[in-house]
């Protein structure tokens, strides 16, 4: 990874809970509607809306360029914080932090109260593991 990257603790993570539930519902709400224009663009060019590229709705659409400008503009009001967005659909965003000394990443999922979980940089989402004092049985993993 280039350059530093911000080492989150527990309660500083689950101070951003509040405002990742806002930024990664409008993603989602986004992400519908730039799949709106997507299929919208390829009804009108008569093209598959499963391989129309990018630049031929863009064309087609003028409105998906705004989608899509808010989009790239929401994801870096996440990533700006320190943060990473791993999975849209799951609402899925880690944060590089320590767990017993070890580095790992905290790992929080829209719906979700609070940072419960964490997981090793290259185990992700299957590897979620209960951080420690946490009472993850509250809500589904």
Do not use: S
Not at 13 to 42: F, I, S
Not at 119 to 124: M, P, R, V, Y
Not at 131 to 136: K, V
């Amino acid at each position: 990874m280039a350059g530093t990257q911000r080492t989150f603790t527990v309660a500083e993570a689950n101070a951003e809970v509040p405002r990742l539930a806002l930024l990664v519902a409008r993603l989602q709400g986004l992400a519908r509607r730039l799949d709106d224009e997507r299929r919208a663009a390829a009804a009108a060019t008569g093209v598959d809306a499963g391989t129309i590229p990018m630049p031929t709705v863009l064309r087609a659409r003028p409105e998906a360029r705004r989608v899509l400008e808010e989009l790239d503009a929401v994801v870096g009001q996440i990533e700006g914080a320190g943060a990473q967005l791993k999975d849209l659909a799951l609402g899925l965003v880690d944060f590089p932090g320590e767990v017993q000394g070890r580095p790992v990443l905290l790992c929080w999922q829209l719906g979700e109260p609070e940072v419960a979980f964490y997981h090793g940089e290259h185990d992700g989402f299957a590897g979620r593991r209960p951080l420690p004092g946490a009472d993850p049985g509250r809500w589904l993993q």
